[in-house]
């Protein structure tokens, strides 16, 4: 069965860098799945972050982003680890939010359209 | 705000249907597949419903999905205090090229 697990700082300044890490077990992240992050701010619906695949070999490449957050945001892989991290520069308090880390439905999807495995999510507050 | 619209709440009495509707456009629903999410208090997200009508294994038939132009709607029928909780329906934008999301649904079992 396949876990997913978010970890980092529950607390951010603003204009600084949110980091996160999602340890995969269960599977390798090696194979050809989208992995990703989905993100809820308090009290609002679920907003995708972004998601990459691993191997590459996608229609659109090996990562997408939310074009909202692209200009200031980037999601590697650690296959020597079976983890992958999102790096949010610039935060603002409108990045507070829970975020989830999420696998694709189906391998070797061209897009990541829909998410079978999710973490329990993290919250992240930006705040002086 | 989000791109995909929902009702922000729905309520049912055990063993009764409820309908959660959602609404969006002709580069998302319209022209891709949606999914619905249920997300219960304390538990991660799950897919109760893909490919408009499709239900996962493990997924009761009380939970059915349908689609029809730029709407989609996830009925329960037999509604059970355990299906309490946020639903959400999703699907892939081709303008923002991205999956996006509605706001999602409080179910409330009275």
């Known amino acids: 069965q396949v876990q997913l697990q978010a970890s980092g700082p529950g607390l951010v300044k603003p204009a600084e860098t949110l980091s996160l890490t999602c340890s995969v077990s269960g599977s390798s992240i090696s194979r050809g799945y989208f992995w990703g992050w989905i993100r809820q701010p308090p009290g609002q619906g679920l907003e995708w972050v972004g998601s990459v695949r691993p191997d590459g070999a996608t229609l659109s490449g090996a990562s997408l982003y939310n074009s909202s957050l692209a200009s200031r945001l980037v999601i590697s892989i650690d296959r020597s680890k079976n983890q992958f991290s999102l790096r949010l520069t610039s935060v603002t308090a409108a990045d507070t939010a829970v975020y989830y880390c999420?696998?694709?439905?189906?391998?070797?999807?061209?897009?990541?359209?829909?998410?079978?495995?999710w973490g329990l999510g993290t919250m992240v507050s930006v705040s002086s | 705000q989000s791109v995909l619209t929902q009702s922000p709440s729905s309520s049912g009495t055990p063993g009764q249907r409820v309908t959660i509707s959602c609404s969006g456009s002709?580069?998302?629903?319209?022209?891709?597949?949606v999914i619905w999410y249920q997300h219960l208090p304390g538990m991660a997200p799950k897919v109760v419903i893909y490919?408009?009508?499709q239900r996962p294994s493990g997924v009761p038939d009380r939970f059915s999905g349908s689609k029809s132009g730029t709407s989609a709607s996830l009925a329960i029928s037999g509604l059970q205090p355990d299906d309490e909780g946020d639903y959400y329906c999703?699907?892939?934008?081709?303008?923002?090229?991205?999956?996006?999301f509605g706001g999602g649904t409080k179910l409330t079992v009275l």
């Open positions: 999420v696998r694709g439905r189906h391998e070797y999807a061209a897009r990541p359209v829909d998410f079978s495995v």
């Open positions: 002709r580069s998302n629903i319209g022209s891709n597949i």
């Open positions: 999703s699907a892939w934008d081709a303008t923002l090229y991205g999956p996006v």
């Open positions: 490919n408009n009508d």
